[in-house]
């Protein structure tokens, strides 16, 4: 056989494209007890999580949020979105829902010299609530 005839019958291997996705995630469990001198109860039963992935070098998205087991419903939940613009940085956090539902947007220059060259705007909860 010569050499071409040997290439074609050769097995030949292709490596998928071998993506990293860093994350990381947390759990954490609450039980909070109250013990004042009439009552003594739990308060509040929580299973809560967090975490973070980064879909490409540039973009990061995370999320925190838990159940409240005793209360029957959702904790504090955020979501956070970050964006690597070289020289600049672009943030997104957002509580979507809840009491204290807000959001805040903020795109500036990563140096600290020019600290100054940003610009953010935030939706603040109702201060009546509070």
């Known amino acids: 056989m ?13 490596k998928l494209y071998q993506s990293k996705i860093p994350w990381t995630l947390q759990l954490a469990y609450t039980l909070n007890y109250s013990n004042n001198n009439r009552e003594q109860e739990i308060s509040s039963n929580s299973l809560m999580f967090s975490g973070d992935i980064e879909l490409t070098p540039k973009w990061n998205v995370g999320v925190s949020s838990g159940y409240d087991i005793k209360n029957q419903g959702f904790t504090y939940t955020q979501l956070r979105f970050s964006r690597d613009l ?3 940085k672009l943030n997104f956090n957002w509580v979507p829902f809840g009491e204290r539902q807000t959001y805040y947007f903020f795109i500036g220059v990563k140096s600290s010299m020019l600290s100054d060259l940003k610009y953010d705007k935030r939706q603040v909860p109702d201060k009546r609530l509070f």
């Open 86 to 88: 070289d020289s600049w």
């Open 2 to 14: 010569d050499n071409k005839e040997s290439d074609k019958n050769k097995v030949k291997e292709t």
